[in-house]
Nanobody
Framework: VQLQASGGGLVQPGGSLRLSCAAS????????IGWFRQAPGKERKWVSC????????DYADSVKGRFTIARDNAENTVYLQMNSLKPEDTAVYYC????????????????WGKGTQVTVSS
């Protein structure tokens, strides 16, 4: 079972990035998938989650209206579209999975992917 996050990079404030979380070894259809981020010197925080049942999304208040999470079950991949990026979005972003509901994944994911660095700076 593996999760691979990719798509990070350096972007100017106001710019956009799309992160991908590709799964291998299991079928994402049955899992809630979430994104977390960890800024330097700070604890890891939940960012977004997409349900395994109806694909309904949920977002932290800090990213609501700017980030969009979506899943492509055919590709076994979840995406995080990040628009209107701010310097405070700078962090290592991790995707995670749990065969449960989003509110459970937020507390304790079963699987973690390696992170991808997002830097928002002029």
């Amino acid at each position: 079972v593996q999760l691979q996050a990719s798509g990070g990079g350096l972007v100017q404030p106001g710019g956009s990035l799309r992160l991908s979380c590709a799964a291998s070894g299991f079928n994402l259809d049955y899992y809630a998938i979430g994104w977390f981020r960890q800024a330097p010197g700070k604890e890891r925080k939940w960012v977004s989650c997409i349900s395994n049942r109806d694909g309904s999304p949920d977002y932290a208040d800090s990213v609501k209206g700017r980030f969009t999470i979506a899943r492509d079950n055919a590709e076994n991949t979840v995406y995080l579209q990040m628009n209107s990026l701010k310097p405070e979005d700078t962090a290592v972003y991790y995707c995670a999975a749990r065969r449960s509901l989003c509110n459970v994944l937020r507390l304790r994911p079963d699987y973690w992917g390696k992170g991808t660095q997002v830097t928002v700076s002029s």
